[in-house]
Structures are given as structure tokens and as C-alpha cells.
């Protein structure tokens, strides 16, 4: 019985002393200072009609995913309803975070479940979509769009559609950059060819 409380008790000293390591590593200004720099950026893209604002959100944990929406940034007239800086896991480090790109889709009633659909890039540089049967087929299908993502290199980051029917909308995951105009550019027209699907 002494042996078990010793190790149960090594077990707490153990967690205790990782989650304290890790408390203490993490950068408490990192996602105020992603924000910043994802706004400003943005705002000297110089978009058409593009306007961009910080909104104050508050830290939000998603158990289901396991990530954490840090900020994010507000964008008008161009059809995401958000720019989230996101986290895996608790503690925000500059080498685990990623935007999602979030926007309005239609309703799931009635259709069959949704699934995330990511893009793969082969050896020869040949992209497919796999996920979703419907959007997979209809990504696929769009050669010019897919050319456009291969020549703006977006497809040399992790690029996926991740669906969120509960919330009536969608999210295009990329690893944490500051898009070109053109990257942003094919991004909204992803989104597009998204919501022609969903």
C-alpha cells in the first residue's frame, strides 16, 4: 500500500513540475503579438475593399480538437467572417500555431456528415483532396484552382477544409504565415469553391 501512495504521489510531483515548466516557457504575449502582426500585414496588403479590424475575443478551448483560438482578426468585404490565430494545446508556442480561415456555409440538415478534407501533395507534385467524398471530388476537379494553390505554395504548408456544421460554418486550416495577396486571394476562392459543395 506504501509503495502505490509513493508512486501516486511521484506521479503528482511529476505533473506538477511539467505543467509549471511548460506555464513558464510559454510567451503570455505571443497571440496578442500573432494578432498584431497578422492585422498589420494584412492591412498593407492593399486588398480591394478589404477591411480589417482586431477583435477582442476571448481564449477559447476546444476540447473536442484539442486547440485553443487565441485571437483573431476580423475581415470585411472579403468573404471569411474571421481569421483565427490558433494553438495545439494549452500553452501557445510560436512553432504550434495556425490560422483558420472561417466562413459562413449552409445548413448540414438533411445531407450526409461532413468530414475534414485535407490536401496531399505527392512526390511529383501532383495535389489531391481526400476527405469529404463530394468536396474531395469537387476540389479535385478544379485543376485551375489547384495550379493556383501549387504556384502560390500554399500547398507546402499543412492545408485542409475543416468543416463546422453545430456553427453553420467552415475553416481553411494553414500553419501560422502572413499570406501574399496572392495566397489570399486563392484562399477566398477556395472558400468559394467550398461553399459551392457545403
Same mark, same amino acid.
Given at each position: 500500500?506504501?509503495?502505490?501512495?509513493?508512486?501516486?504521489?511521484?506521479?503528482?510531483?511529476?505533473?506538477?513540475?511539467?505543467?509549471?515548466?511548460?506555464?513558464?516557457?510559454?510567451?503570455?504575449k505571443l497571440p496578442e503579438m500573432k494578432s498584431a502582426e497578422l492585422l498589420a500585414h494584412l492591412q498593407s496588403l492593399n486588398l480591394d475593399d478589404a477591411l480589417f479590424s482586431d477583435d477582442k475575443m476571448m481564449d477559447r478551448w476546444s476540447f473536442v480538437e484539442g486547440a485553443r483560438a487565441l485571437s483573431r482578426v476580423r475581415p470585411e468585404n472579403l468573404g471569411f467572417s474571421g481569421i483565427e490565430v490558433m494553438s495545439r494545446g494549452r500553452h501557445p508556442k510560436a512553432d504550434n500555431l495556425w490560422l483558420d480561415y472561417v466562413f459562413p456555409v449552409s445548413s448540414a440538415d438533411g445531407q450526409p456528415r461532413r468530414k475534414e478534407t485535407r490536401l496531399r501533395v505527392d512526390i511529383n507534385r501532383n495535389p489531391t483532396w481526400k476527405g469529404d467524398p463530394r468536396l474531395a471530388e469537387s476540389l479535385n476537379q478544379a485543376g485551375p484552382l489547384n495550379d493556383r494553390i501549387m504556384a502560390a505554395g500554399i500547398s507546402e504548408q499543412f492545408l485542409s477544409v475543416v468543416p463546422q456544421p453545430l456553427f453553420g460554418c467552415a475553416r481553411i486550416r494553414v500553419l501560422?504565415?502572413?499570406?501574399? &495577396?496572392? @495566397?489570399?486571394?486563392?484562399?477566398?476562392?477556395? &472558400?468559394? @469553391?467550398?461553399?459551392?459543395?457545403?
Amino acid at each position: 500500500m506504501e509503495i502505490v501512495g509513493n508512486a501516486a504521489l511521484a506521479v503528482v510531483v511529476f505533473l506538477a513540475i511539467w505543467y509549471l515548466f511548460n506555464y513558464f516557457r510559454t510567451d503570455r504575449k505571443l497571440p496578442e503579438m500573432k494578432s498584431a502582426e497578422l492585422l498589420a500585414h494584412l492591412q498593407s496588403l492593399n486588398l480591394d475593399d478589404a477591411l480589417f479590424s482586431d477583435d477582442k475575443m476571448m481564449d477559447r478551448w476546444s476540447f473536442v480538437e484539442g486547440a485553443r483560438a487565441l485571437s483573431r482578426v476580423r475581415p470585411e468585404n472579403l468573404g471569411f467572417s474571421g481569421i483565427e490565430v490558433m494553438s495545439r494545446g494549452r500553452h501557445p508556442k510560436a512553432d504550434n500555431l495556425w490560422l483558420d480561415y472561417v466562413f459562413p456555409v449552409s445548413s448540414a440538415d438533411g445531407q450526409p456528415r461532413r468530414k475534414e478534407t485535407r490536401l496531399r501533395v505527392d512526390i511529383n507534385r501532383n495535389p489531391t483532396w481526400k476527405g469529404d467524398p463530394r468536396l474531395a471530388e469537387s476540389l479535385n476537379q478544379a485543376g485551375p484552382l489547384n495550379d493556383r494553390i501549387m504556384a502560390a505554395g500554399i500547398s507546402e504548408q499543412f492545408l485542409s477544409v475543416v468543416p463546422q456544421p453545430l456553427f453553420g460554418c467552415a475553416r481553411i486550416r494553414v500553419l501560422f504565415n502572413l499570406p501574399s &495577396a496572392e @495566397q489570399f486571394t486563392v484562399l477566398q476562392d477556395l &472558400a468559394r @469553391q467550398v461553399k459551392e459543395v457545403w
